[in-house]
Every structure is written in C-alpha cells, then in structure tokens.
C-alpha cells in the first residue's frame, strides 16, 4: 500500500516563508482535500512536492513509501509515482499527448502497444475532442479542456499518488461531473488523490475521505467531507 507523508514541511518562495509546518498523510486508495484562503499556500505545497524550481523546501521532510522525494528531481519524482495537475496547467508547444505519454511511458520501462486506443478511449470516457489529441499539449486549450487533459494522462500514466490543485477550474457543471468520475474510479484502483479545491461539490463526486484546512503556514484543522460543508457556511474567519 503506497503512502505519501509530508512532515513538518517548510516552504519558502521568493524570500517569504509560505508554509512553516504542513503535515498530512495520503494513503492509497484515499482521498484528502486541502482547502484555505486565496494566497494560503495550497499551490505551493503541491508546488513542492511535485520539486518545481523556485519553492525552496527549508524544513521538514515529504516521502513516498518511504524514498525521499526531497533528494529526488521532478522526473524522478514522477518515476517514483507522483502526479501533478497543476491548477494552471504547461502548454507544451511542439510536442503532443501522445508524444508527452510515449516519453513518459518509455522513460519508465515500456510503452503498450496499444497506447493509441487506450489514450482515444480515455479521451472520449471525459468528453475530451479527440481531434485536439493531435495537437501541441495543453496549448491553446479552454481551461475545461486542459483539466480534462490532465486527467487523460493521470488515467495513462497510472501514479501511485496524484496532486490536483482546483481540479474545478474552468470545468462546466457536467465535465467537473465526467471528470471526478474517472478520477473516483482511479482511487477505487488504489490510487491516492491530494486535492486542492474550494467547492464541497467536487469532495462530494470524489466521495473524499479527509478535509485538511491550510492557514497560516499549517494545517489548522482537519475533519472528515462534512467540514468542507461547514466552512461553506462559516468561512475561514476561525482560522485566519
Ligand atoms: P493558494 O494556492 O493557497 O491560493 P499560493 O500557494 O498560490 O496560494 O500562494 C501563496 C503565497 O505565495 C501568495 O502570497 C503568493 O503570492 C506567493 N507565491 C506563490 N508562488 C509564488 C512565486 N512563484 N513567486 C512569488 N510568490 C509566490
Ligand atoms: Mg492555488
């Protein structure tokens, strides 16, 4: 059973300290949301877990079944079984889905052969053009479009651990619907999900197991679905 642990994690962009000892558990299969106030730190997190450039991790400590993703770069991270759909997803001129996941797949051990069909039927399982497979990954998509892009290429690359920051952004009422199905499905698969949203609809499609409440540099409070529900009335006046 895989297991993400972020412990007392501490994390510093551009010179201020943003989180100052964030601790959460993600084990498979689960789902754990991570709410809060705009500008609490929530993209930052995910930001360092997934190691990208510029979020500079000054205490603490994250895993991944034990192995140090701190020591690890981004693409190892990914080998290792993280995923990341960035709450602004990369536009990727030049290169195709298809392209992107042959890489990935083939950088990892093997690529199926039958990776054509299974990536049509992803697309066409979360209403996702199938003529936009062809084209350069992520660009020039609505923001709906590229959610459900990066929900196509977690469902392919199948991570132990996946981070998704405002899932709901841009998504119509019916894709957010298609969209957390197919993620569901992947945590009945064993897959564990760390999502960042503001909305108890998506936590409610995701059947989520744990709410986390991010403010001021930590976690202040964690609960089961119904707090999401409860913040929705009450706000984040508590916390802040
Ligand atoms: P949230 O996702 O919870 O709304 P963020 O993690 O995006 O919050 O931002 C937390 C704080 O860190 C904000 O004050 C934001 O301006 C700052 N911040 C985030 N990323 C950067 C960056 N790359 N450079 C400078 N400041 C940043
Ligand atoms: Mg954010």
Same mark, same amino acid.
């Given at each position: 059973?895989?297991?993400?642990?972020?412990?007392?994690l501490?994390?510093?962009? =551009? !010179? *201020?300290?943003? @989180?100052?000892? %964030?601790?959460?558990?993600?084990?498979?299969?689960?789902?754990?949301?991570?709410? +809060?106030?705009?500008?609490?730190?929530?993209?930052?997190?995910?930001?360092?877990i997934?190691g990208?450039?510029?979020?500079?991790?000054? =205490? !603490? *400590?994250?895993? @991944?079944?034990? %192995?140090?993703?701190?020591?690890?770069?981004?693409?190892?991270?990914a080998?290792? +079984?993280l995923?990341?759909?960035?709450?602004?997803p990369?536009?990727?001129p030049?290169?195709?889905?298809?392209?992107?996941?042959?890489?990935?797949? *083939?950088?990892?051990?093997?690529?199926?052969?039958?990776?054509?069909?299974?990536?049509?039927?992803?697309?066409?399982?979360?209403?996702?053009d199938?003529?936009l497979?062809?084209?350069?990954?992520?660009?020039?998509?609505?923001?709906?479009?590229?959610?459900?892009?990066?929900?196509?290429?977690m469902?392919?690359?199948?991570?132990?651990?996946?981070?998704?920051?405002?899932?709901?952004?841009?998504?119509?009422?019916?894709?957010?619907?298609?969209?957390?199905?197919?993620?569901?499905?992947?945590?009945?698969?064993g897959?564990?999900?760390l999502?960042?949203?503001?909305?108890?609809?998506?936590?409610?499609?995701?059947?989520?197991?744990?709410?986390?409440?991010?403010?001021?540099?930590k976690?202040v409070?964690?609960?089961?679905?119904?707090?999401?529900?409860?913040?929705?009335?009450?706000?984040?006046?508590?916390?802040?």
């Amino acid at each position: 059973m895989s297991e993400l642990v972020v412990d007392q994690l501490a994390v510093q962009v =551009g !010179g *201020s300290q943003i @989180l100052s000892s %964030v601790s959460l558990t993600v084990p498979a299969g689960e789902v754990h949301a991570v709410m +809060g106030p705009n500008g609490a730190g929530k993209s930052t997190l995910s930001n360092a877990i997934m190691g990208r450039r510029g979020y500079e991790v000054t =205490g !603490g *400590s994250i895993t @991944l079944d034990g %192995v140090d993703m701190l020591a690890l770069e981004t693409f190892e991270r990914a080998q290792a +079984g993280l995923f990341y759909a960035m709450q602004a997803p990369t536009e990727v001129p030049g290169v195709s889905m298809f392209n992107m996941l042959t890489a990935s797949l *083939s950088a990892r051990g093997s690529v199926p052969d039958d990776l054509a069909a299974t990536l049509a039927s992803e697309a066409a399982g979360v209403g996702f053009d199938t003529a936009l497979l062809e084209r350069a990954l992520n660009v020039d998509l609505s923001g709906g479009e590229k959610k459900r892009s990066e929900t196509i290429q977690m469902s392919i690359l199948a991570p132990k651990i996946a981070v998704i920051d405002e899932l709901d952004s841009g998504l119509d009422v019916d894709g957010l619907r298609t969209v957390a199905r197919r993620v569901e499905q992947l945590t009945n698969d064993g897959l564990g999900v760390l999502v960042i949203t503001h909305f108890p609809r998506l936590l409610h499609e995701l059947n989520a197991d744990r709410v986390h409440v991010l403010a001021q540099g930590k976690i202040v409070t964690s609960g089961g679905p119904e707090l999401a529900t409860e913040l929705e009335q009450t706000g984040y006046g508590d916390y802040v």
